[in-house]
């Protein structure tokens, strides 16, 4: 199993506080279509088994998305914010097409929640609305869509969680998980600093009440596509929430590519020495030199507890085909087979 991930953008509409790519935007360029072609190419020759697309915003791409992904051989999720006035012009399009066989949005809070609302929404509370109704659109209309909620864990929504997890399984649709993290060394590009993200982070006596919301949701019907990061003893979570877990220098087996091409030590750390190679170089020795730089920029990396390298080293070690099932049809040993997604590249 090889995993790869892909900014296809940096642009975004979106100005959601705990998420620092919106400070990239484009200022590094963007990769053409054909360039994004052939580098779908690379990835299949590499043995690439997955590709995690984010944006950030994915769709602002509009038919150039279903352009790259046309010819495209290597199994991906693609996430979306789902901004009504993109989701809108394209879900007929896209899904229709086939091309586009996922869909993923952002849900940080319940959907009651969210109805009982009378003041503004939050920019987080409003793109889980517009995540909602993505999700609940194209389950009326597209009912067999592989879709997933992608639900990060603060201080702020994580006593919605159960509520949250049985709101998506009640539809059928999985769950992904994942702790809030910080910029704890000024390197990690995709959040802000402790100054920004103080109010999301959980605090040593948040650490009991959070361990038993965990048990509560493991312990009722979910579809979590790695429920394995939530079963966690209260050591182990603490270890977790301070952003101590290791990929120990191979975070997810294949590249992360940036929306120029340039290559990243991973989703959430830019490095040194990896971004000076770039995807369209990759053959031969360039692999062997990538493999070390990536190796090398992460091994200065002071530790995350991204759900992502942690479910790839998990499945790796304990049950590599069954793991490639996890990551492209959302399998688990707790998922009946008749829920299995059935993805046009699998
Ligand atoms: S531990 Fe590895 S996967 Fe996690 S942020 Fe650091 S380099 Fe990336």
Redesign the pocket.
């Known amino acids: 199993m090889k995993n790869a991930f892909t900014y296809i953008t940096r642009a975004c509409p979106r100005d959601c506080d705990y998420c620092n790519i919106k400070s990239g935007k484009e200022s590094r360029g963007r990769m053409s279509v054909e360039d994004w072609v052939t580098t779908n190419y690379i990835l299949k020759n590499m043995g690439v088994t997955f590709n995690l697309i984010l944006g950030n915003e994915t769709w602002l791409l509009g038919h150039k998305l279903l352009d790259i992904l046309k010819l495209n051989e290597v199994p991906f999720a693609l996430y979306t914010t789902a901004p009504p006035s993109l989701f809108e012009k394209y879900r007929d399009e896209f899904f229709g097409s086939g091309v586009i066989d996922n869909l993923t949005c952002g849900i940080d809070y319940s959907f009651k929640y969210l109805q009982s609302i009378t003041r503004k929404f939050t920019t987080t509370e409003q793109k889980s609305w517009d995540g909602w109704q993505a999700l609940k659109w194209a389950k009326e209309h597209y009912p067999n869509l592989d879709m997933q909620g992608n639900i990060t864990v603060y201080r702020e929504n994580y006593l919605q969680l159960p509520m949250l997890v049985q709101e998506l399984a009640e539809l059928d649709i999985f769950e992904g998980v994942n702790l809030i993290h910080w910029n704890k060394d000024g390197q990690?590009d995709f959040f802000p600093g402790r100054d920004v993200m103080e109010k999301y982070l959980f605090r040593d006596h948040d650490i009991d009440s959070l361990h038993n919301v965990f048990k509560r949701v493991l312990r009722n019907y979910h579809l979590l596509h790695h429920p394995e990061v939530l079963d966690l003893d209260i050591p182990t979570l603490k270890f977790m929430l301070d952003m101590k877990?290791?990929?120990e220098?191979d975070?997810?087996g294949g590249p992360t590519i940036d929306s120029d091409g340039s290559l990243r030590?991973?989703?959430?750390?830019r490095g040194t020495r990896t971004p000076k190679i770039h995807i369209l170089d990759m053959v031969g020795k360039k692999i062997e030199q990538w493999e070390e730089a990536v190796h090398a920029?992460?091994m200065d990396?002071?530790?995350?507890s991204?759900s992502f390298?942690r479910m790839f080293k998990h499945w790796n070690a304990t049950d590599e085909p069954f793991g490639r099932d996890v990551f492209t049809k959302h399998a688990g040993r707790h998922v009946p087979d008749d829920k299995l997604s059935e993805r046009k590249i699998e």
């Open positions: 990690y877990w290791h990929c220098g975070p997810y030590c991973c989703g959430y750390r920029d992460a990396c002071p530790g995350c991204w390298p």
